[in-house]
């Protein structure tokens, strides 16, 4: 037991409090839900007007409690959290528009209430929205942790700096990756995989620009690699599937990958049989 003791001690000793942050993961799960359901009333008791402000103050407190938990004085939290909560009204008009731009270019999109309930890119999206808001004004910690859920939950990881223009556009979605300093104009479409990321991970870069900038009206196909804080996507580019791109690329280009598809008789071909993965 005194040996288990000593490993007991050098952990703790080994974690220094003083300047930690602790803020509960599961309350800002729970606030961050309840937030994108309160945004687009998808609860059933959002119905009722009564009900709904009671959300929002409650949502509103459990900020302040983040946000002192981060650190800030409790005067900078009631300041934030109030500016925050004004700024919803806008965050909802964006997100609108990314759910009209859904329903105009995803065929499969049947409804409002199916991308609502039912697609990953716009509740990534959302929350993306949300935290790109508490960074602006100020705060880290909670923007991290509540796209980390998102990232979680969606397999999409935006980076809460980012910079995303209006009616933007995610089909599919499932491992698209958006860096911090990546800057994204509007109507743009971007399908699963897609990564916009740094072309060097030094530390020193830290204050640079190491992610692309995507023009409007671009379009990025599957799996796509975009790297590079120089690299510029032109307006209306169509970049297409499993290109790796470190340059910047003209206004109204198409990029493609040119692959060879061999097609065999597998009659004529029996070692294709026997191929070992």
Known sequence: MEQESNVYQAIFKA?????????????????IEELVDWLFCKQEKFGHYRHFNSKGIELTAHLKEFLIAEKFSPAASDRIAVSFFRQTVGIHTM?????????????????????LLAYPG?????????????????????????????HSKTGIDIHPSAKIGRRFFIDHGTGIVIGETAKIGNDVKM????????????????????HPTIEDSVTIYANATILGGKTTIGRGAIIGGNVWITASIPASSLVYHKSEIVVKNKKDFPEALNFSI
Not at 17 to 22: A, E, G, H, M
């Open 15 to 31: 974690n220094e409090l003083k300047d930690r942050i602790f803020i509960n993961r599961l309350t800002v799960t729970y606030w």
């Open 95 to 115: 997100l609108l528009e990314d759910l009209e731009a859904i329903i105009a270019f995803d065929p499969a999109a049947k409804s409002k209430n199916e991308v």
């Open 122 to 150: 716009f509740y990534a999206l959302s929350v993306f929205r949300i935290a790109h808001e508490l960074s602006k004004l100020g705060s880290k910690v909670l923007p991290r942790i509540v796209s980390e859920h998102a």
């Open 191 to 210: 399908y699963q995989g897609v990564t916009l990321g740094a072309l060097s991970v030094s530390k020193d870069k830290a204050h640079d620009k190491r």
